[in-house]
């Protein structure tokens, strides 16, 4: 507010309703200096009551008529000269002497400019300020100004000062209430948050009220249910000792499933699946390492350029690159200058920007120059064009994909790397082995859900379900038989690759479970030197124990996509006629093991085991018939003997 404060004075002259206004100080007596030669002067004024009394004049109204109407509800102040022009006369009650309401200490910033309106000291206009707080209410709302509407109704007799005083009032008033309402509210979420952290059993909120409350409240909740799913998990880690009182292991496991779910987005089914298949502890690093990206890898085209010169030529360029111990062409960037997917050396075909796990379903196929390969679901060709180059464009490679747009890519890519020994086929790969071709070696990368590569789609978190799962069980189980159908059996390697890029038990395991169920394959070691073993046993599910050579590739323990790779070997044309019901066991397992050391196979395994039943069930009747032989030729003997005993006789 002013420093001072304006006194409304009226004025009794002929033309009535005439109003003087007049400056004083807050306190009752301000004492002016004489700077013209005036003596010092004292004004006093009531400024407490909503009109001002009129003044005590010494002289006559006419002294106070003038031609310049000032009405109450006007802002506006007398300029100096017309106070200098129409003096107000002022009586003090202690002597006769006259006073000027105005001294010349004021007059600098009394003085108007030009036809403006007189400012106030130390601030602006009443008209000024108002529009100010009109336009500062006017973000808020249309409340304020049916406020000033009411106020200018109401108290259209009180003072601009009193009126934007009143107007102030109210404002705090209601940024009060609203603080108010604000702090009670997160006091009602602290005590949700300190409910949850008491470790109790889990209540039937199922809501994200404690985790995305407003925008200033989300992070924090969120840091909260970070840290209760860290305890949660350290609890799990050495659950005898940490264990709380009266909370049981599903209680716990009910809690950390739902603060997952509230943090990091997943869907019930995908929990399920992870908390299936990895320990509490295992889970949250591997759904971390889900929110990074893996580290960016190139492959060397080697129908080009080597690995040596082609980093060589990066390191020139700015890139920081270092090889990749286990493979040969591959190169993991940390740092570029230059874009590394623009480079002339990426035009021109040196190299392909590619995944890491992707080189391992190549690596553990092998293939050999001269030789006739299938890549079942080829596109966008990273895969083909690696296996182009293991065989130094020669042979036959056939790369095949169901989805006709995803064409352009594969062979733009297969120009782009010099590859000449390649054929692209737009076919259905379940009626690939109806064609009259066979092939030694397959490469079947199935399409799959993708949980290898959240990080890459992580709409993936809420958007698959068990129907998708269903989906692509059932053409992956498709797909791996007419593989296998389509290798030729005389080949000297009859070579199936399986490989997805994702982590489920049914989408791998599963998978080539079926496949040994329904065709003469088995399992091989996949010649890569590192990765998990396969899953022989889950949820009560036991596998073939070969299935333990395959290999699993997980983001948080290898960095870099989750992948499955299963090398197969065919071992004899058509199908499994008859399937064995019964669980096979580890003896099993190890007999059979044996009999292929020795040079034997499952085929003449299941014949031998055949001719053995076959023999015991015709065991009694050529026992019978063994008898029945026996009599006739004693009974021949005898009667022969009579015979010669007769004669002899």
Same mark, same amino acid.
């Given at each position: 507010?002013?420093?001072?404060?304006?006194?409304?004075?009226?004025?009794?002259?002929?033309?009535?309703?005439?109003?003087?206004?007049?400056?004083?100080?807050?306190?009752?007596?301000?004492?002016?200096?004489?700077?013209?030669?005036?003596?010092?002067?004292?004004?006093?004024?009531?400024?407490?009551?909503?009109?001002?009394?009129?003044?005590?004049?010494?002289?006559?109204?006419?002294?106070?008529?003038?031609?310049?109407?000032?009405?109450?509800?006007?802002?506006?102040?007398?300029?100096?000269?017309?106070?200098?022009?129409?003096?107000?006369?002022?009586?003090?009650?202690?002597?006769?002497?006259?006073?000027?309401?105005?001294?010349?200490?004021?007059?600098?910033?009394?003085?108007?400019?030009?036809?403006?309106?007189?400012?106030?000291?130390?601030?602006?206009?009443? *008209? @000024?300020?108002? +529009?100010?707080? /009109? !336009?500062? &209410?006017? =973000?808020?709302?249309?409340?304020? #100004? $049916?406020?000033?509407? %009411?106020?200018?109704?109401?108290?259209?007799?009180?003072?601009?000062?009193?009126?934007?005083?009143?107007?102030?009032?109210?404002?705090?008033?209601?940024?009060?209430?609203?603080?108010?309402?604000?702090?009670?509210?997160?006091?009602?979420?602290?005590?949700?948050?300190?409910? *949850? @952290?008491?470790? +109790?059993?889990? /209540? !039937?909120? &199922?809501? =994200?009220?404690?985790?995305?409350? #407003? $925008?200033?409240?989300? %992070?924090?909740?969120?840091?909260?249910?970070?840290?209760?799913?860290?305890?949660?998990?350290?609890?799990?880690?050495?659950?005898?000792?940490?264990?709380?009182?009266?909370?049981?292991?599903?209680?716990?496991?009910?809690?950390?499933?739902?603060?997952?779910?509230?943090?990091?987005?997943?869907?019930?089914?995908?929990?399920?699946?992870?908390?299936?298949?990895?320990?509490?502890?295992?889970?949250?690093?591997?759904? %971390?390492?889900?929110?990074?990206?893996?580290?960016?890898?190139?492959?060397?085209?080697?129908?080009?350029?080597?690995?040596?010169?082609?980093?060589?030529?990066?390191?020139?360029?700015?890139?920081?690159?270092?090889?990749?111990?286990?493979?040969?062409?591959?190169?993991?960037?940390?740092?570029?200058?230059?874009?590394?997917?623009?480079?002339?050396?990426?035009?021109?075909?040196?190299?392909?920007?590619?995944?890491?796990?992707?080189?391992?379903?190549?690596?553990?196929?092998?293939?050999?120059?001269?030789?006739?390969?299938?890549?079942?679901?080829?596109?966008?060709?990273?895969?083909?064009?690696?296996?182009?180059?293991?065989?130094?464009?020669?042979?036959?490679?056939?790369?095949?994909?169901?989805?006709?747009?995803?064409?352009?890519?594969?062979?733009?890519?297969?120009?782009?790397?010099?590859?000449?020994?390649?054929?692209?086929?737009?076919?259905?790969?379940?009626?690939?082995?109806?064609?009259?071709?066979?092939?030694?070696?397959?490469?079947?990368?199935?399409?799959?859900?993708?949980?290898?590569?959240?990080?890459?789609?992580?709409?993936?978190?809420?958007?698959?379900?068990?129907?998708?799962?269903?989906?692509?069980?059932?053409?992956?189980?498709?797909?791996?038989?007419?593989?296998?159908?389509?290798?030729?059996?005389?080949?000297?390697?009859?070579?199936?690759?399986?490989?997805?890029?994702?982590?489920?038990?049914?989408?791998?395991?599963?998978?080539?479970?079926?496949?040994?169920?329904?065709?003469?394959?088995?399992?091989?070691?996949?010649?890569?030197?590192?990765?998990?073993?396969?899953?022989?046993?889950?949820?009560?599910?036991?596998?073939?124990?070969?299935?333990?050579?395959?290999?699993?590739?997980?983001?948080?323990?290898?960095?870099?996509?989750?992948?499955?790779?299963?090398?197969?070997?065919?071992?004899?044309?058509?199908?499994?006629?008859?399937?064995?019901?019964?669980?096979?066991?580890?003896?099993?397992?190890?007999?059979?093991?044996?009999?292929?050391?020795?040079?034997?196979?499952?085929?003449?395994?299941?014949?031998?085991?055949?001719?053995?039943?076959?023999?015991?069930?015709?065991?009694?009747?050529?026992?019978?018939?063994?008898?029945?032989?026996?009599?006739?030729?004693?009974?021949?003997?005898?009667?022969?003997?009579?015979?010669?005993?007769?004669?002899?006789?």
């Amino acid at each position: 507010m002013s420093s001072k404060r304006i006194a409304i004075k009226k004025g009794n002259n002929s033309n009535g309703g005439q109003h003087k206004k007049s400056v004083v100080s807050k306190s009752n007596v301000v004492s002016k200096s004489n700077v013209r030669g005036r003596k010092p002067v004292a004004s006093v004024a009531a400024p407490s009551s909503k009109k001002a009394p009129p003044p005590v004049d010494s002289d006559n109204d006419d002294d106070d008529d003038d031609n310049d109407d000032v009405p109450t509800t006007k802002k506006s102040l007398l300029s100096s000269d017309e106070e200098e022009a129409q003096p107000v006369a002022r009586t003090n009650n202690n002597s006769n002497i006259k006073m000027k309401a105005f001294s010349d200490e004021n007059a600098s910033w009394l003085k108007p400019k030009g036809n403006s309106k007189t400012k106030l000291p130390m601030n602006e206009s009443d *008209d @000024d300020e108002s +529009g100010d707080d /009109d !336009d500062e &209410d006017g =973000e808020d709302g249309e409340g304020e #100004d $049916s406020d000033d509407e %009411e106020i200018d109704e109401n108290d259209a007799d009180l003072l601009p000062v009193e009126r934007r005083a009143l107007k102030e009032e109210k404002k705090a008033a209601k940024i009060r209430a609203e603080a108010e309402e604000d702090f009670q509210t997160s006091i009602r979420q602290d005590e949700l948050m300190d409910a *949850d @952290d008491d470790l +109790g059993v889990p /209540d !039937d909120i &199922d809501t =994200e009220e404690t985790a995305l409350i #407003d $925008s200033e409240g989300r %992070e924090d909740a969120l840091e909260d249910i970070y840290s209760r799913i860290q305890e949660t998990v350290g609890i799990f880690a050495n659950f005898k000792e940490r264990r709380p009182e009266g909370v049981s292991r599903d209680d716990l496991m009910i809690r950390l499933r739902r603060d997952i779910k509230r943090y990091f987005g997943y869907s019930d089914f995908l929990i399920e699946l992870y908390f299936n298949l990895f320990s509490p502890a295992e889970t949250l690093s591997h759904l %971390e390492s889900n929110e990074t990206s893996r580290p960016l890898t190139i492959r060397v085209n080697t129908l080009k350029n080597t690995r040596r010169d082609l980093a060589q030529i990066l390191m020139n360029k700015g890139v920081n690159l270092d090889p990749i111990k286990w493979s040969k062409v591959g190169l993991v960037i940390y740092e570029s200058q230059v874009p590394v997917g623009a480079t002339p050396e990426y035009l021109a075909g040196h190299y392909m920007v590619q995944s890491a796990a992707s080189f391992l379903p190549v690596m553990s196929l092998d293939p050999q120059p001269n030789e006739k390969i299938l890549d079942m679901c080829a596109a966008p060709g990273g895969k083909t064009t690696h296996i182009a180059a293991l065989m130094k464009n020669t042979g036959t490679l056939n790369a095949n994909d169901i989805h006709k747009g995803r064409l352009p890519a594969l062979v733009a890519n297969l120009h782009r790397m010099g590859v000449t020994n390649c054929t692209v086929s737009n076919l259905d790969g379940r009626k690939i082995p109806s064609l009259p071709i066979k092939f030694n070696r397959v490469l079947l990368d199935a399409p799959c859900m993708g949980l290898g590569v959240v990080h890459k789609d992580p709409s993936v978190k809420s958007s698959k379900t068990e129907d998708d799962m269903r989906i692509c069980t059932e053409t992956q189980r498709h797909l791996i038989l007419a593989a296998i159908d389509a290798v030729d059996v005389s080949s000297p390697e009859p070579i199936i690759v399986y490989s997805t890029c994702s982590i489920s038990v049914e989408e791998n395991e599963e998978i080539i479970a079926h496949a040994l169920k329904h065709r003469w394959v088995k399992v091989e070691d996949s010649g890569l030197e590192f990765g998990a073993p396969g899953i022989v046993s889950f949820r009560g599910k036991k596998f073939h124990q070969s299935i333990e050579k395959s290999r699993r590739y997980y983001p948080h323990s290898n960095n870099i996509d989750g992948f499955f790779v299963c090398k197969l070997r065919k071992i004899q044309d058509g199908k499994k006629e008859k399937v064995q019901t019964h669980k096979q066991t580890a003896d099993d397992v190890e007999e059979e093991d044996l009999a292929e050391e020795r040079g034997g196979s499952l085929l003449l395994k299941a014949n031998y085991k055949q001719n053995q039943a076959k023999a015991a069930a015709n065991a009694p009747a050529k026992k019978q018939k063994k008898r029945k032989q026996s009599k006739k030729t004693s009974g021949k003997s005898n009667a022969s003997a009579k015979r010669l005993k007769t004669s002899t006789s």
